[in-house]
């Protein structure tokens, strides 16, 4: 019989094998810290500063700041930075307000739309301001538009049922003027994106419409969210309105026809429960002749024995 | 009725079964010690909730899965190992099979608890029977390893029987009457007849097969609990045999180590050899590169694909887990074929030594499998921060992993004082055979 017995060499061997491992470990950390110092700075780093003026039905606007640097060319959002909004227009200055950003570097300020100053065309600066820190690099954006609203409603003509979008660019004084020849987005608000249902055009009293879509699913009576927008546009930037009417598929009209994969169906599809029977026989069967043979070894000791 | 040769190497071995020496008593207590800490810290968490671990409302997954997924892994090598070696016949298999088995029983027990540890609400754990669903990926890990725990406790009663009735039999050995009783009622009265040989010849071989099946289908539902949903990493077709491979190759590592500790503590070097480790070895070579094969097979695809939340998980591999990146997949992949296949290299303390990083890298294997996925998520969730989407292990986790490790040593300690740690029953089998299978 051999026994085991490490001789001088193989020790070496073994002495030689701890160098090669703790070499690997070692090398990679060193190689990887080498990188991390490559890149890494003490100056100030630059930010990237995004900002939009939405105007919402109410004479109101919201402004949004958008604050974020870049790693490896990648945005990483700045939080809890102060951005500072004020609105400008013929020689006048307004301060709006100091926001923080959120989590997502955004900062939002929801301001009516009466009272700011304009040019002499109506139209409104904005400007978000961020100062910048011993960290980060002072950045600032301008947004400059017209104030405006758009109206959604409903119709019905002949049994068909129509959406109605009227658009109206307001004076400083009260001197409202249509929207005209501007195309309307429409929109259904889902769970993470809204969902486009087709588009309006405005004529020249700034009205438009289109049938209502009546594949549309809406809640358990059947009530829906429509949305109208006006995106990048060159005097009126984001405009927004929307509008809810109880005209699309409530929705406890779907009903499933068979049983699908979901978990919350109550019973699962056939070839699932089959398959899972199958196994579960095939494996506890033979189990079980285990168990009887155990139990047969038992009763052929009792004989014996007897 | 023993055998003489039964019982000469019985005698070899009832030490180990009547005493236990300070040492070994010591080592317990010190086991025992962490378990009670992990209770502890169980205790803290069942308290003041999950929010002293690091899980939070993205990372909902940490350190225990990866746990559950590692002790159920090395639970599934055991039984492949020793149910294959058992249906080949493989002689050299019959020293070292007994460790192949307790591994399996034992980790299997270990496994499903870091799960529990999971719920936050255990209170409702009987929802999972009341309104559990088919077609829940989790239904399907509780019936499977709830099935695979039944197959492994017969096939390793079915194994240890005849060393049950040898020790019975033994009258020289030394303990108290009650563990006597105990080994009589667990003999079943076997005695050695042609017809108990038979049916239990018969009984083990079904299992053996059985438990092999039921590993590779369990292991692979555990793959699917990941590779059904449409998490970037997870959802890949080769993720079952995938898993099934680190699964065994992990095992394979901790037979190496468990090997090598009993032999030093028992001083088993007549009965497990370099040939047992070089086998073992050659097996983790064959493992580490199929596992090396997949590891490349799934990320080459996913990093061609170009697929933004792919390309963004793989950044994060290479950037925040470069190291462990590199730990799990390179090294302990290249490093059992350096050992093992380059022959200066092949000894027992190089085979452990390499085990070791191998079971280290696949335990991170599995940590890479989680975590980084969890931190990328498709959608982001609203008023997010740092702590919520970045995961952090506490010491509460730590503690428990701990005492699940020491609960393992605990119960390979324990049953080796039960039952002799060599199968003396198939040793003895083929006298003539002896020299080739220690040799």
């Known amino acids: ?306 | 009725m023993a055998s003489e040769k039964e019982l000469t190497l019985l005698k070899e071995f009832t030490p180990q079964i009547e005493h236990t020496n300070i040492k070994q008593t010591v080592w317990m207590i010190f086991l025992a010690a962490v378990i009670v800490l992990g209770f502890y810290a169980l205790y803290v968490q069942i308290t003041e909730g999950h929010i002293v671990t690091g899980m939070r409302d993205n990372v909902v997954w940490g350190i225990y899965i990866v746990n559950f997924i590692f002790f159920m892994g090395i639970s599934y090598a055991g039984a492949l190992i020793s149910g294959t070696l058992h249906l080949f016949k493989a002689e050299w298999r019959k020293p070292i099979i007994r460790i192949a088995e307790f591994i399996t029983i034992i980790a299997l027990l270990i496994g499903p608890c870091y799960i529990l540890l999971c719920i936050g609400r255990l209170d409702r754990l009987y929802y999972l029977v009341i309104f559990g669903r088919i077609q829940s990926p989790i239904t399907w890990d509780v019936i499977a390893i709830s099935t695979d725990i039944f197959g492994c406790l017969i096939f390793l009663y079915l194994a240890l029987l005849r060393d049950i009735a040898a020790i019975r039999d033994f009258q020289e050995i030394r303990i108290p009457k009650w563990k006597r009783k105990i080994y009589t009622f667990l003999a079943l009265g076997y005695t050695g007849t042609p017809e108990q040989k038979e049916r239990l010849h018969k009984a083990t071989d079904i299992m053996a097969a059985m438990v092999i099946a039921i590993a590779v289908i369990v292991y692979s539902v555990l793959a699917w609990i990941f590779s059904v949903t449409l998490q970037p990493g997870w959802h890949s077709t080769i993720f079952g045999p995938y898993f099934v491979i680190a699964a065994v190759f992990s095992g394979c590592g901790v037979m190496i180590v468990v090997m090598w500790l009993f032999r030093k503590i028992y001083h088993l070097e007549k009965y497990i050899t370099i040939k047992h480790f070089v086998n073992v070895g050659v097996l983790m070579l064959i493992l580490a590169a199929l596992f090396g094969y997949f590891t490349f097979s799934d990320y080459l695809t996913k990093w061609y694909g170009s697929e933004r939340n792919d390309e963004l998980l793989i950044n994060l591999l290479f950037d925040k887990y470069y190291w462990l990146f590199i730990l799990s997949n390179y090294i302990g992949v290249l490093l059992p074929m350096i050992v093992v296949g380059i022959k200066k290299f092949r000894t027992i303390n190089n085979i452990t030594i390499s085990a070791i990083i191998v079971i280290l890298a696949l335990w991170v294997n599995r940590y890479l499998i989680v975590v980084p996925t969890l931190e990328s998520p498709y959608l982001p969730i609203q008023d997010s921060r740092p702590a919520w989407i970045f995961y952090n292990s506490t010491w509460i986790e730590w503690a428990l992993t701990a005492a699940g490790v020491a609960f393992f040593a605990l119960a390979f300690t324990i049953g080796s004082k039960l039952i002799p740690i060599i199968n003396v029953s198939e040793l003895a089998e083929s006298p003539q055979e002896e020299e080739k299978i220690l040799e």
């Open chain 1, 1 to 306: 019989m051999n026994q085991y017995n490490p001789g001088p060499m193989k020790k070496v061997i073994t002495i030689r094998f701890f160098w090669l491992t703790s070499l690997l470990f070692l090398i990679s950390p060193i190689l990887s810290a080498q990188n991390e110092a490559e890149t890494e700075e003490n100056e100030p780093v630059d930010t990237y500063l995004s900002f939009i003026a939405t105007y919402t039905s109410n004479d109101t606007v919201v402004l949004t700041a958008h604050l974020f640097i870049r790693r490896e060319r990648i945005p990483v959002d700045l939080q809890n930075a102060p951005i500072s909004f004020t609105a400008s227009g013929d020689g006048q200055q307004l301060t709006i307000g100091e926001v923080f950003t959120d989590s997502t570097g955004k900062a939002r300020c929801l301001i009516p739309t009466t009272s700011l100053p304009r040019d002499k065309e109506g139209m409104v600066t904005y400007t978000a301001d961020f100062s910048g820190t011993d960290n980060y690099f002072s950045a600032s954006e301008v947004f400059i538009s017209k104030p405006a609203a758009l109206d959604v409603s409903f119709y019905e003509e002949d049994s068909i049922k129509y959406i109605r979008v009227s658009g109206i660019q307001t004076g400083s004084e009260g001197d409202d003027a249509p929207i005209a020849n501007e195309t309307v987005l429409l929109f259904v608000p889902t769970l993470f994106a809204p969902m486009p249902v087709g588009e309006i055009y405005l004529e020249e009293d700034g009205v438009g419409s289109m049938e209502f879509p009546m594949t549309l699913i809406g809640d358990s009576v059947g009530t829906i969210m429509i949305i109208a927008r006006i995106d990048e546009n060159d005097l009126f930037g984001y405009v927004k309105g929307g509008s809810s009417c109880n005209w699309a598929i409530p929705k406890h009209f779907l009903k499933q026809d068979k049983p699908t994969r979901e978990l919350w169906t109550p019973v699962a599809p056939l070839w699932m429960i089959i398959t899972l029977l199958i196994l579960l026989a095939g494996v506890w069967g033979h189990y079980v002749y285990a168990v009887v043979q155990l139990i047969k070894i038992k009763q052929s000791a009792k004989k014996e024995s007897a």
